[in-house]
């Protein structure tokens, strides 16, 4: 049977809606699962009982993580986070770890994993990180802008065999201090953390490019969500 996948939920707060961009749906899909956007709720029961139908869940992008979840003043306007987000996802990552269920985060979703489990953030990279990497793209969404390395040793290594990897990107935030239990599997050249898991866990890796804009032009990507899906079937 087809696995099936929590989706976190996307949210526009103007119109007060959730919604989804289909990339992260149809990668789903097509590597062999069934997926299944959550509603934006802070119940602990209901998202309890919808955690216990699910297989596996995506952690998708979206807003900042709140920083004072990592002990940390505002930085500025231009970082805009989702507390209901934030409270769902903790309740949803504590029943797929209590489980064992596979987890699979991009983009925010990398920076929410390694939050919860106690690490920090660059609120804002291009001030608090400068450097020549672009880190948020203005070509093709599907297009690889930057490289990182792949660390050796890693799962993303067992699964790729290749040392560096053309990546596209969307992100002002990322990994600051990685959190304890979690380790990297990819570097950016500006050392920024691009990819972590979490070797205690069947299945947690977290990546901050998006698979969900270029599975269907990209291999890689492909490999990515089969992966994810493989360890539910």
């Not at 903790?90 to 269920?101: F, H, Q, S, W, Y």
């Not at 297009?143 to 990546?167: C, G, M, Q, W």
């Not at 299945?203 to 291999?219: I, M, N, R, Y």
């Amino acid at each position: 049977m087809k696995p099936v996948i929590g989706v976190m939920p996307l949210w526009d707060e103007e119109k007060e809606s959730i919604w989804m961009l289909p990339g992260y749906l149809n990668g789903i899909r097509r590597a062999g699962g069934i997926p299944v956007i959550f509603p934006l709720s802070q119940d602990e029961e209901e998202l309890k009982r919808l955690a216990g139908m699910c297989d596996g869940f995506l952690f998708t992008g979206g807003q900042d993580v709140s920083p004072d979840l990592y002990q940390e003043e505002l930085l500025g306007e231009n970082v805009i986070t989702c507390r209901e987000r934030d409270q769902m996802e903790a309740i949803v990552l504590r029943e797929a770890l209590g489980t064992g269920k596979p987890v699979l985060g991009i983009c925010r979703g990398i920076q929410f994993i390694n939050v919860y489990f106690g690490g920090t953030l660059y609120q804002d990279l291009p001030l608090q990180h400068p450097s020549e990497v672009d880190h948020n793209q203005h070509i093709a969404s599907h297009l690889p802008i930057h490289e990182v390395r792949v660390l050796k040793d890693s799962p993303l290594y067992e699964l790729l065999r290749t040392n560096f990897l053309p990546v596209n990107s969307y992100h002002h935030q990322a990994v600051k201090d990685l959190a304890p239990g979690l380790k990297a599997m990819a570097v950016s050249s500006d050392r920024i953390i691009e990819a972590v898991y979490m070797p205690d866990h069947p299945f947690l890796w977290a990546v901050q490019w998006h698979p969900e804009f270029s599975w269907k032009t990209d291999a890689v990507s492909r490999l990515i969500f089969d992966a994810f899906i493989r360890k539910m079937q």
